[in-house]
């Protein structure tokens, strides 16, 4: 080849190259120029911290998107009953009403039993677990093939933590004393619960506090001492038991339209994961700081009686759950498929965790 050609074909490819770089920005900015307004609903009422304001909140998630966006992304959050009822956030963005919806997964058991998995699972993994299974251990991948054919995307928004076992107007004097008991408790708990001989009620959180109080139902849980003190909880009873062995976490799950999530460019894409990562580790940090403060306030300042639940209790529990979690599975096969995997995720991080967290926890007790 003459040294001619060469520079023929070198000056060539340099101008092609140039001219693929300069293209290449107008093409992408071409794309950012296109917006997207959105709408988030929410199973929880306005005002609430944590569910639906505050740090690492919904509301907080949607002005991160914006921001990062650059205004690209807008998402208008509205609580439960201010567009659609508390929880019809799953259909709702299933059939494209809405893009997207903040609550959790165990509200739609009814209509896949394997999504309370990816909320909590009584005697389950720590949010440091859970967030492992999630993010690396190949949850987040079992969670999206259970969402596809309702058309959802869903991922992890928020955690609360380990949360109270709950308030009991009287003390807890071994396992007899669930037999009979009025409790208002949710998800798979209830269902173990029952087992036991208690009377379950499902209430909003709206009412649980003039059920407690006027002798409707005889213990309820709810969150944690920050929530549950904001609820007034512990003026209608004052025996606050703190194992926490029904919701060792628990999720906020973000659901997203995906017709509309596959809509975005991957950039946005990108930016609401993130902003549903941030909002996972921010909404946990807040809520053991108020947490914190709280449970010291309310036995020291406000005579709860804050204690473990006893050990006849905790036993029994653990073997009904055991019994109750098997014969979910059995009935399902997804449910199965969920189940298998968590467990095994979990025998690994419990090995992990006894030799690390679990260690140094116990040199600080």
């Known amino acids: 080849m003459s040294l001619d050609r060469r520079k023929f074909l070198s000056a060539g490819a340099i101008a092609a190259g140039a001219s693929l770089a300069m293209g290449a920005p107008a093409i992408a900015t ?6 997207f307004n959105w709408k988030m609903t929410n199973a929880y009422p306005p005002g609430s911290p944590f569910y639906v304001q505050g740090p690492g909140s919904p509301t907080d998630f949607c002005k991160r998107v914006e921001a990062m966006s650059n205004g690209r992304l807008k998402i208008q959050h509205f609580a439960a009953g201010e ?18 919806n903040a609550a959790n997964a165990y509200f739609w058991a009814g209509k896949i039993p394997a ?27 079992l969670w999206e093939e259970l969402y596809e054919p309702h058309g959802l995307v869903p991922m992890p ?7 109270m076992t709950g308030w009991f107007r009287e003390p807890l004097d071994g396992i007899k004393s669930l037999d009979g008991l009025k409790m208002r408790i949710p998800g798979l708990a209830g269902k173990v619960y029952s087992e036991l001989g208690v009377a379950v009620r499902l209430l909003p959180g709206g009412e649980i506090f003039p059920a407690l109080e006027r002798g409707v139902i005889d213990a309820a849980e709810f969150v944690g001492p920050y929530q549950d003190r904001r ?7 004052k025996n606050y038991y703190t194992t926490g062995w029904h919701e060792p976490t628990n999720v906020t799950e973000l659901i997203i339209n995906k017709k509309a999530w596959d809509s975005l460019p991957a950039d946005l894409q990108a930016i609401v994961r993130l902003c549903a990562q941030a909002c996972n580790a921010e909404s946990l940090a807040w809520s053991d700081a108020v947490n914190a403060e709280a449970l010291e306030d309310l036995v020291k300042n406000e005579g709860v009686n804050a204690q473990p639940l006893p050990d ?44 690390g967290e679990k260690g140094f926890m116990n040199l600080e007790s």
């Open 30 to 35: 071409a794309a950012s120029d296109k917006t």
């Open 83 to 100: 567009l659609i009822p508390a929880l019809e956030g799953f259909d709702a963005v299933s059939s494209g009403l809405v893009e997207m």
């Open 115 to 141: 999504a309370q998995y990816f909320t909590t699972v009584p005697f389950g993994m720590n949010t440091q677990g859970m967030n492992a299974w999630l993010y690396n251990g190949g949850a987040l991948k």
């Open 157 to 163: 928004m928020g955690n609360t933590g380990t949360q």
């Open 231 to 237: 609820m007034g909880l512990h003026k209608a009873a």
């Open 312 to 355: 006849d209790i905790i036993a029994r529990l653990r073997e009904v759950t055991a019994d109750t979690l098997a014969s979910m599975a059995a009935a399902d096969a997804p449910t199965r498929k969920v189940h298998d995997h968590f467990m095994a995720f979990r025998e690994k991080y419990r090995y992990w965790s006894g030799i």
